[in-house]
C-alpha cells in the first residue's frame, strides 16, 4: 500500500518549483492533490495533468493566498470537492530581498503577507474541517534563514521565522484533536530561481555544505512525504532542516 493512499492534500503555491515537486510526490504515493496559485495557467493546468497522469484526482484552484475570504472560499470548495483534507502544505511564497535599512514598507508588507499570513488563512481554514475528522497534518515550509537570519532577507527571514512559531504553536494547540504540525526548513536547493546564478557562487555556497552539493526538490518532497504520512505520526512541532549539514 501506498503511503498516502486515499488521502486529500492541499499544496498552496504548487504549480511549479518546490511545491509542484511535493504534490508529483505526494500523487505517486496515493494521494489526491488540490493545489492553489493565484492564476491557473498553463504551468498550473500542465501539473494538473501531470498528477491525473499518476492516477489520483487532482485540481488547481486560482486563489490570493494572502487573502482571508479568498482562502477560507478555496478551502469550502476542495472540500465539497473532494470530502475531506489529511494534509495542509504551506508552501506559498515570494522574495523582495533588500537591505533593512533600504527596505520599503511595500517590500516588508508583501513577504509577510503571501509567505506568513497564507499559512494562518489556510489553517483557519482547514483546522475546522481536521478537526471533525480528528486527524490531520500541517505542514509549513520554512527556510534556513528564518532559523538563522540573512542579511538582505530580514522581511523572508521574518516571515519563515514566522512559519516555524506558528507550526509550534498549532501543534500545541491542535494535537489533542489528532493534528500535528511541522516544518521544514530547506537550505541551498537547486531550483530555477537558484539555476540563474552563476557557477562561482553555487560552488561557494557549496563549499560551505558538509555534503558539497546543493539540494534537489525531491530531497524537500521526500521529507514532506514523511510528515503526511502515517510514519510521523509521533512527531509533531519539529524543524526539519534539508540543507546537507549547512547549519548544523
Not at 47 to 56: R, Y
Not at 188 to 212: G, H, Y
Not at 223 to 243: E, H, K, N, R
Request: glycine share 10%; net charge neutral.
Amino acid at each position: 500500500m501506498k503511503l498516502l493512499e486515499g488521502k486529500v492534500a492541499i499544496i498552496t503555491g504548487a504549480a511549479r518549483g518546490i511545491g509542484k515537486a511535493i504534490a508529483l510526490k505526494f500523487a505517486a504515493e496515493g494521494a489526491n492533490i488540490a493545489f492553489t496559485d493565484l492564476t491557473i495557467d498553463e504551468n498550473g493546468l500542465a501539473t494538473q495533468a501531470e498528477l491525473e497522469a499518476l492516477g489520483v484526482k487532482a485540481k488547481g484552484y486560482a486563489s490570493n493566498a494572502a487573502n482571508f475570504e479568498d482562502t477560507h472560499n478555496v478551502v469550502a470548495e476542495i472540500a465539497k470537492d473532494f470530502g475531506r483534507i489529511d494534509i495542509l502544505v504551506n508552501n506559498a511564497g515570494i522574495t523582495k530581498d533588500g537591505l533593512m535599512m533600504r527596505m520599503s514598507e511595500g517590500q516588508w508588507d508583501a513577504v509577510l503577507n503571501v509567505n506568513l499570513k497564507s499559512a494562518f488563512n489556510f489553517i483557519h481554514a482547514c483546522t475546522p474541517v481536521m478537526m471533525k475528522q480528528r486527524a490531520g497534518s500541517i505542514i509549513n515550509m520554512s527556510s534556513v534563514v528564518g532559523v538563522h537570519g540573512n542579511a538582505g532577507q530580514a522581511n523572508y527571514s521574518a516571515s519563515k521565522a514566522g512559519m516555524i512559531g506558528l507550526a509550534k504553536s498549532v501543534a500545541q494547540e491542535l494535537g489533542s484533536r489528532g493534528i500535528r504540525a511541522n516544518a521544514i526548513a530547506p537550505g541551498f536547493i537547486i531550483t530555477d530561481m537558484t539555476a540563474q546564478l552563476s557557477e562561482e557562487v553555487r560552488a561557494e555556497w557549496c563549499k560551505k555544505i558538509p555534503l558539497r552539493r546543493g539540494g534537489t526538490v525531491e530531497d524537500v518532497a521526500n521529507i514532506a512525504t514523511f510528515l503526511a504520512s502515517d510514519m510521523s505520526s509521533y512527531v509533531s512541532g519539529q524543524v526539519i532542516q534539508v540543507d546537507g549539514g549547512m547549519n548544523m
